[in-house]
Nanobody, 119 residues
Framework: QVQLVESGGGLVQPGGSLRLSCVGS????????MAWYRQAPGKQRELVAN???????NYADSVKGRCTISRDNAKNTVSLQMNSLKPEDTAVYYC?????????????WGQGTQVTVSS
């Protein structure tokens, strides 16, 4: 079992920055691929960025160049630095941990943190 707790959301003006953090429990955090997803009202949950256990990263086109995902396995933490925020970035942001063991996918989610971009 992995428990994930997000923090860092809030209200920010367009063009501003936020740093989201997600702390995970468990001693095998480093084995999980980690990701940030978001869900805006009336829309499906979408991938924002992910970082594999190897450290390789991937970003949605909508946030490329504006967001950076990172992880610190010693602290069981994954972070998302978001810059040049736009109103369309407004959503609940969720932390996700995923690991494939043989044919079984272990998939864990945090409770979400609200990000609102508005003047």
């Amino acid at each position: 079992q992995v428990q994930l707790v997000e923090s860092g959301g809030g209200l920010v003006q367009p063009g501003g920055s936020l740093r989201l953090s997600c702390v995970g429990s468990g001693s095998i955090f480093r084995l999980y691929d980690m990701a940030w997803y978001r869900q805006a009202p009336g829309k499906q949950r979408e991938l924002v960025a992910n970082i594999a256990s190897s450290g390789s990263t991937n970003y949605a086109d909508s946030v490329k160049g504006r967001c950076t995902i990172s992880r610190d396995n010693a602290k069981n933490t994954v972070s998302l630095q978001m810059n040049s925020l736009k109103p369309e970035d407004t959503a609940v942001y969720y932390c996700n941990a995923r690991r494939l063991i043989m044919t079984i996918i272990q998939d864990y989610w945090g409770q979400g943190t609200q990000v609102t971009v508005s003047s």
